[in-house]
């Protein structure tokens, strides 16, 4: 499967007029993810539509590329072995633009993750306190200058929250179901 970049993504919902980020739309489909909804009967795409177009329908091209970065979200939280990707502006762009990307990242994980886990599973301390440090994240200063600290600030907040969606998934993200073979063997 082809992965789906940010530059193609934000293209994407520029040409549809969301008002959206691709940092955006992939915070709230790795918080769905987290947060439990189904991985498999698509019901991730009405709390995606509610929270991004007013439950108004998007443009075919676009929900293609949404369904496919869903895939590729799900298939980063399921391979288990730390595969999950944050979709960022790249290292090339300026700090500020990559600062403001994770901010929107977080916030909108928080609200896909809200949503993924509407049936109201009861959380850990763990994660309640890790919600808090991402809301706090969801603040955090964009104004920042280019240079080498606070680049790896940077580095170890997003690699912060990287950790914290794997951990929410861990939690509550829902596996899939196992294929049932109906062939009996005589």
Request: some cysteine; charged content about 20%.
């Amino acid at each position: 499967m082809t992965q789906i970049s940010w530059q193609q993504l934000n293209k994407n919902l520029s040409m549809a007029e969301l008002g959206a980020t691709a940092s955006e739309s992939h915070g709230i489909i790795c918080g769905l993810i987290c947060g439990g909804v189904n991985l498999e009967d698509g019901s991730w795409y009405g709390g995606f539509n509610d929270l991004m177009n007013d439950g108004l329908a998007l443009p075919v091209d676009l929900k293609q590329s949404l369904q496919q970065l869903f895939a590729q979200a799900c298939n980063e939280f399921l391979s288990g072995d730390y595969q999950v990707k944050l979709l960022l502006p790249d290292d090339g762009q300026p700090l500020a633009e990559r600062a403001q990307a994770l901010a929107q990242w977080t916030e909108s994980f928080m609200a896909g993750f809200a949503i993924g886990n509407e049936s109201g599973k009861k959380l850990s301390k763990e994660i309640k306190e890790a919600l808090q440090d991402l809301s706090q994240i969801s603040q955090i200063d964009t104004q920042i200058s280019d240079d080498e600290e606070s680049e790896q600030f940077f580095e170890q907040v997003a690699e912060y929250v990287r950790m914290t969606s794997m951990v929410c998934f861990a939690e509550l993200g829902q596996q899939p179901k196992p294929e049932k073979n109906d062939k009996k063997i005589h």
